[in-house]
């Protein structure tokens, strides 16, 4: 769009007429088709539909920690009813409403996990098996606690609210049967 050389990406919100279609769309367009120098031609590579009356939200936001960025589209259904997809490069998720808030927040911690893990075992601090389980012993968890506290690649995730793992790092979860590896 600006000419600087680099990709560009534009969504459009869109309310279709006609009758035998969704009436609520949201397209992606990119820049380029990446095989030719100086091609500034935008083409549509995703298009989501929907049954709402109107979009309340897009975000454009790595959720995975992939370094990819998924589009989420909170779409209003009727009176105080909403649903959110997430459009990735592999596909479209479907996110009820009431589960939202709870997939973000796991992806986040699972992000902010991911990095801590990779360096607990690159230092062999703890093995794969122990990273992976669902539920961290409270050891874990406090060091992951001073990660993210001193770590700068980790400071997005200060803040973040880490008294249910605990919970379960202490009392257990009654519904994990993942063994220890």
Known sequence: MDGDGEQETAAVF?????AEEQPMRVCLFRQGNGREEGD???????????EGNSINSVAYEDLTGDGSREIIVSWQLSGSSSA?????DSGVLF????????????????????????EMITRNKFTTAQIDKN???????????EYIDTNEA?????????????D???????????SAL
């Open 168 to 178: 379960l790092a202490v009392n257990g979860d009654p519904n994990d049967t993942q």
């Open 14 to 18: 869109l309310r279709v007429t006609s």
């Open 40 to 50: 500034h031609t935008y083409r549509q590579v995703h298009m989501l539909s929907g």
């Open 95 to 118: 996110i009820p409403a009431h589960l939202v808030q709870e997939v973000v927040d796991g992806a986040v911690k699972t992000k902010v996990k991911d990095m801590f893990g990779f």
């Open 135 to 145: 539920v961290w012993t409270v050891e874990m968890l406090d060091l992951l606690m």
């Open 154 to 166: 980790a400071a997005d995730f200060r803040g973040i609210d880490w008294s249910q793992e605990y």
């Open 84 to 88: 959110v997809t997430r459009l990735t």
